[in-house]
């Protein structure tokens, strides 16, 4: 098989620390009916890559155990082939897309990944790959858990890790939607929240989120979104009847006061992440390494203070 026929692609050899990670050539995959192909340009490094790698998601009962695991979920890059079927994209097309199942052998960190036509969307206009590639997950729990609150204009939300990559574009969808949000944020990051559309801003390291939610908002806010695993103490700061929904797993609280409550699953939808794409949000690129890099990334997130993401870049001339 020649070099034209194959990639380079990293993925998990079993699972555990960053030396299981490690670089393979495979053969170039195919897209089957409904797929596309595309050429990876940027690859977004996020906390599920690391909780994959590790194994965790396999103990939580989220996956099946392999001998080769594939690692990555954001993509930006080219369509460079379409299966049976796909008339929306063509060759040489700019997109974005997410790739939402856990159980595979090839993730986005390669150097070309199919994905099912429905989980891809053209890319934001007048944006560079890398940033690009930012959108996709986090974009998509954002919208897709407001959606779920079911707020109006007018209705007030407390977003809790919102200088987090998901808590900020929750923050900024909100504000677009006419919502008046209370962010939780450390005091440094207060300047950018506000900037992103926070009404208020409540102290990371206040000792009682629920009083501090109150205290500006009189009788708890009309729905909390939990980006930061607060639990029991978003819930508080919610009004009686309102709603909570949480996007970190096991973090739902019980649904005290007739509180709607939400475990939010992420799922690839093209259609949303085209709208999330004409927003024109705010994407932070924390830093860009290339795709060998990948476990000074994953040891670089698991460190924290991050804002913004990695973004892991193929080498185009690597077989």
């Known amino acids: 098989m020649n070099t034209e026929e194959q990639m380079r692609a990293v993925v998990a050899h079993g699972y555990g620390g960053t030396d299981v990670l490690g670089t393979v050539t495979v053969p170039?995959?195919?897209?089957?009916?409904?797929?596309?192909?595309?050429?990876?340009?940027?690859?977004?490094v996020n906390p599920v890559d690391l909780a994959t790698r590790s194994g965790a998601l396999v103990e939580a009962g989220l996956m099946a155990a392999r001998e080769r695991t594939g690692i990555g979920w954001?993509?930006?890059?080219?369509?460079?082939?379409?299966?049976?079927?796909?008339?929306?994209?063509?060759?040489?097309?700019?997109?974005?897309g997410l790739r939402d199942l856990?159980?595979?052998?090839?993730?986005?960190?390669?150097?070309?990944?199919?994905?099912?036509?429905v989980a891809v969307a053209p890319a934001p206009p007048g944006v560079d790959a890398v940033a690009a590639a930012t959108l996709p997950l986090n974009g998509l729990t954002a919208l897709q858990s407001l959606d779920l609150l079911g707020l109006s204009a007018g209705d007030s939300l407390l977003v809790t890790g919102a200088a987090g990559a998901v808590g900020g574009f929750a923050v900024e969808i909100?504000?677009?939607?006419?919502?008046?949000?209370?962010?939780?944020?450390?005091?440094?990051?207060?300047?950018?929240?506000?900037?992103?559309?926070?009404?208020?801003?409540?102290?990371?390291?206040?000792?009682?989120?629920?009083?501090?939610?109150?205290?500006?908002?009189?009788?708890g806010v009309d729905a909390a979104l939990d980006t930061a695993g607060s639990g029991i103490r978003a819930l508080a700061a919610v009004r009686t009847g309102g709603a909570h929904a949480t996007v970190?797993?096991?973090?739902?609280?019980?649904?005290?006061?007739?509180?709607?409550?939400?475990?939010?699953?992420?799922?690839?939808?093209?259609?949303?992440?085209?709208?999330?794409a004409a927003l024109k949000l705010t994407l932070r690129v924390a830093d860009v390494l290339p795709l060998e890099h990948a476990a000074e990334a994953h040891l670089r997130v698991a460190k924290g203070g991050l804002r913004g993401r990695l973004v892991l870049v193929p080498d185009p001339g690597a077989a």
Do not use: K, M
Request: charged share 20%.
């Open 248 to 276: 970190v797993g096991g973090a739902a609280p019980v649904p005290l006061r007739g509180i709607r409550v939400h475990q939010h699953w992420i799922r690839a939808d093209g259609a949303a992440l085209a709208e999330l």
């Open 28 to 44: 170039l995959p195919e897209p089957g009916p409904g797929q596309v192909r595309i050429r990876v340009e940027a690859a977004t």
């Open 102 to 117: 856990l159980d595979v052998s090839l993730g986005a960190y390669a150097g070309h990944l199919v994905l099912d036509a």
């Open 74 to 96: 954001d993509v930006a890059g080219v369509v460079d082939g379409v299966g049976a079927g796909v008339t929306a994209f063509a060759p040489g097309q700019r997109v974005i």
């Open 174 to 219: 909100a504000a677009r939607r006419g919502l008046r949000v209370v962010a939780q944020a450390g005091a440094a990051d207060e300047e950018f929240v506000r900037g992103i559309g926070a009404e208020w801003t409540v102290d990371r390291a206040a000792e009682d989120l629920a009083a501090e939610v109150r205290r500006l908002v009189p009788g």
